[in-house]
């Protein structure tokens, strides 16, 4: 039997899918009023997909078609600007196009061998990161799929480092906020540590005296400190100073989780609540969250990129030749092997653009959460449940209980009007607006406090 060419060949049929797929890609990156959708129950969903994997196909045109009328329309918009739930996502135009390169070029971002030219790209938006947070030149990292899988390669780096300097406590333990994200409490299920809660003061901010305390109940048996730079659920700073202060007398590891909120050390409006950033001993910021890149990216780095891959480097004969070099491999930087380049699309955006717009939409955000809060306030039956920091505002409707949040909440995607889903603090339901799309606008979220009447 021959080889069947019509999958990898350039035939008619190739350059026919080819131009589906990219016109496709060009009308929605090139469109702004895409409706925000919403999902639909599995059987509906079924039904209408009807069955597209057989023997000899259905075609690209018709599979496109799919997509198109049924499957996209039941996932929701997240670069919407009323998409104001958990973290949205806001792609720049050019760092979502770039992704349609980083895959036609199939580029492999695991190793120097292989990819030097796109790691080469990768570490320079690295090494940027790395000053505009204040590490020194010689810090480093890898672009990992998400802030749960940056925390954890931190956190392993961290714990591999303590256990190097002949630490070997009957338990690890890590120390955080209360308020820190849950991908913390995953990170330490999965390395089998126990996490330590401390309380932070009443506005939600995480303090070195607070962090001490529990230090010096647990020894060295805390293998690392994790500070939160921008907490997901209020977007508020810990007191990162105070508690770098700690770590570094009492000589723990310092980790600092930003994947929401590091990006507005960017603006110069913000810069002032991460003071003693500069310590951290490693940190994550996602750009697919604030730092308008697409689907999926962590920025995760090492003030000692060592700690990182000696914690991490795979070994198998199959690698020597990776492995026994000095090059860099981002690969050997966190807990995976095959990666995509995805560092790519943030690079290309950083190029076309320069850094400045990326702080000038940055601050803009804050600014317009500070123009919500004070509208929030001036209406009698909304009330701030903390006044924001960054571009987190959460806020509650006197008189509702959970129930008239959710029903409030189904009417408004229901109604394509916005996606806004109901939040908690203490037990209390609230609303909450997380903004970071630059194309959210005043009049939009006023729009949607008119519907809480
Ligand atoms: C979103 C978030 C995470 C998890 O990041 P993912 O990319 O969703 O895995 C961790 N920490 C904070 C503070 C976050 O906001």
């Known amino acids: 039997m021959t080889r069947p060419a019509r999958m990898h060949d350039v035939t008619d049929e190739t350059r026919h899918i080819v131009d589906l797929v990219l016109n496709y890609s060009r009308q929605r990156l090139l469109t702004d009023d895409n409706p ?23 075609g690209a045109q018709k599979a496109l078609g799919v997509f198109e009328h049924v ?11 009323r998409y104001l739930s958990f973290i949205p996502s806001a792609p720049s135009k050019a760092a979502a196009a770039f992704d349609l390169v980083v895959s036609a070029s199939a580029l492999y971002g695991g190793s120097w061998l292989e990819g030097a030219g796109a790691v080469h790209a990768e570490n320079e938006v690295l090494r940027w990161l790395a000053g505009e947070f204040g590490l020194p030149a010689t810090a480093g990292g890898v672009f990992v799929q998400g802030g749960t899988l940056g925390n954890l390669s931190a956190l392993v780096a961290a714990r591999e480092t303590a256990r190097e300097r002949g630490i070997r406590p009957d338990r690890w333990r890590v120390v955080c906020s209360a308020e820190a994200h849950s991908s913390i409490a995953s990170a330490a299920r999965v390395m089998d540590v126990e996490v330590v809660t401390v309380a932070p003061d009443a506005g939600g901010v995480l303090h070195g005296d607070a962090v001490r305390t529990a230090l010096e109940e647990h020894g060295d048996s805390v293998f690392a400190v994790v500070a939160t730079a921008g907490s997901t659920n209020f977007g508020i700073v810990d007191d990162i100073a105070s508690v770098a202060e700690v770590t570094r007398e009492l000589g723990v590891w310092l980790h600092v989780d930003g994947a929401y909120g590091l990006a507005a050390a960017l603006s110069p409006e913000a810069r002032h609540y991460f003071a003693g950033l500069e310590h951290a001993d490693s940190l994550i910021v996602d750009p697919h969250k604030w730092l308008f890149a697409p689907f999926d990216a962590c920025a995760l780095l090492y003030r000692d990129p060592e700690l990182g891959r000696r914690a991490h480097t795979q070994h198998a004969e199959y690698l ?124 939009d979220l006023v729009g949607i406090l008119n519907t809480m009447g």
């Open 320 to 443: 020597d030749t990776l492995t026994e070099t000095s090059d860099w491999s981002p690969s050997d930087f966190a807990a995976h092997l095959t990666r995509r380049a995805r560092g790519l699309p943030l690079w290309f955006s950083l190029a076309t653009y320069g850094a400045e717009v990326y702080r000038e939409a940055i601050t803009a955000s804050i600014t317009l959460a500070e123009q919500i809060a004070a509208e929030i306030e001036s209406r009698d039956e909304l009330e701030l449940v903390r006044r924001p920091q960054l571009s987190v505002v959460v806020f509650e409707r006197r008189g509702w209980d959970k129930a008239d949040y959710t029903t409030w909440s189904n009417r408004l995607l229901d109604d394509q009007h916005a996606f806004v889903t109901p939040s908690s603090h203490g037990g209390r339901t609230n609303a909450r607006f997380a903004i970071l799309n630059p194309r959210t606008r005043f009049e």
């Open 36 to 58: 925000l959708d919403k999902p639909l129950p599995p059987a509906e969903l079924a039904r209408l997909a009807g069955v597209t994997i057989n023997e000899k196909g259905i």
């Open 71 to 81: 499957l996209a329309p039941a996932c929701i918009t997240t670069d919407d600007p």
